[in-house]
């Protein structure tokens, strides 16, 4: 019956954090994953969730399916924390928000959404995405391409090529944007870049499509809403899924939501009906214990200051690993610039390193990154950054 398959390849994200758990190695590093590790090296609780789910637990209540659209009061929270309690988009009830199994639970129901809804628009990702995304929507059958991005010269964004590719793009074609903390290259839109990107979008009648994964872990949680915010204020119709697997450090949980700005009530309230009819059709219905969860540390005030508190912890001690990484490569290798692990934000960094050189650190040094150059800047810590760098320097020629 099954003879004819394929052999899966892997992922290479989730096959390489593998790769690393099966290494005996006791000084190997792992910078493969996006997971925020505290400086020992592990996954953190954070106590504002450990208190959430101790009032759960308490509260010992059933556990019912959740509506398909997840539970409200996490839909509402999510709004909240997206677009600001008092936007107007919010208070005109023309955003629509389902809470998700993970951001991805979100990006693939969008997915699914605009392949039966607009049927003629491909997808437009970065040069370089996440991996995920394009396997995302070439699973639902949208067509994906790229809109270049990275400037590898540089260290930073090639905005003009970026806008030019974006200027020839076919009506209702969907632009798939990282909203902060680009994956893989840690480089953003400046705010200055969004707002020129905001006329561009309208005129050619383009569909955005955020992905926020990582809010928080650029410049604050507010700051790194930047982007959704102003679409939402510009009137744009468009799409946003994001996660709380590393604000709330909660991965296996898959808490994330998907939210649709649209031109009015009536027209969420038509969104939102097919995309119940999408996760039904998917998985029927999201988790009841992330909701929980959520809800509860935003909501409750107490546990909303401590997560703020714990976000901007987590953000500061990447900073911090951002600095020695400079530091130490700059001291080995002083012809270089290594500025743009400064400049970049959030928890990557696109190194410039080749293949074969990620392979050399894997195999000589115990040191795991992805083969795109990437690093997990999360991943360092005091007791590793500098052997992390000195491995570094030494596979740079
Ligand atoms: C990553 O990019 O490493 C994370 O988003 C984890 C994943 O699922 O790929």
Redesign the pocket.
């Known amino acids: 019956m099954f003879q004819h398959l394929e052999p899966y390849a892997g992922?290479p994200?989730?096959s390489l954090n593998e790769a690393f758990q099966k290494d005996p190695r006791g000084d190997k590093v792992n910078l493969?994953?996006?997971?925020y590790f505290d400086n020992d090296g592990r996954i953190p609780v954070l106590q504002c969730v450990r208190d959430a789910e101790a009032k759960m637990l308490a509260e010992g209540g059933a556990k019912p399916y959740l509506p398909i659209e997840g539970a409200g009061a996490m839909r509402t929270a999510v709004q909240h924390l997206l677009f600001g309690t008092e936007h107007p988009a919010v208070k005109a009830g023309r955003i629509t928000t389902l809470q998700t199994v993970g951001s991805?639970g979100g990006l693939k129901v969008g997915a699914d959404f605009i392949k039966r809804w607009l049927p003629g628009s491909g997808v437009w990702i970065s040069d370089p995405s996440?991996?995920?995304h394009r396997a995302m929507f070439e699973g639902s059958g949208v067509a994906v391409q790229t809109y270049p991005y990275y400037d590898a010269a540089t260290g930073g964004v090639r905005f003009d090529a970026m806008r030019e590719a974006i200027d020839k793009l076919p009506p209702r074609s969907v632009v798939l944007l990282h909203a902060c903390c680009h994956?893989?290259t840690g480089v953003d839109l400046s705010p200055a870049q969004w707002r020129e990107l905001v006329p561009l979008l309208r005129q050619r009648e383009l569909l955005p499509y955020l992905d926020l994964?990582y809010q928080g872990y650029g410049d604050g949680i507010a700051e790194d809403a930047y982007a959704v915010r102003l679409l939402a204020d510009s009137g744009l119709t468009f799409f946003v899924a994001n996660s709380f697997?590393k604000s709330m450090s909660v991965y296996g949980e898959r808490a994330g939501a998907l939210s649709v700005v649209c031109s009015d009530a009536a027209e969420a309230e038509l969104v939102l009906g097919q995309l119940k009819a999408t996760v039904r059709r998917n998985y029927s219905s999201p988790a009841i214990h992330a909701a929980g969860i959520v809800s509860r540390v935003l909501g409750e005030a107490g546990l909303r200051t401590a997560w703020e508190a714990d976000v901007a912890a987590m953000r500061a001690r990447i900073l911090a690993m951002r600095s020695s990484l400079h530091a130490t490569l700059t001291a080995k290798k002083p012809g270089r610039d290594f500025g743009y692990f400064l400049s970049q934000r959030g928890m990557?960094s696109y190194t410039g390193l080749s293949a074969a050189q990620v392979d050399r650190l894997r195999e000589e040094f115990g040191v795991y990154l992805i083969r795109s150059g990437r690093i997990?800047v999360a991943g360092l810590n005091t007791g590793n950054v500098e052997r992390t760098a000195n491995a570094m320097a030494a596979v740079i020629a």
């Open positions: 992922d994200i989730l493969s994953i996006g997971i991805s996440w991996d995920n994956n893989p994964a697997s990557f997990c």
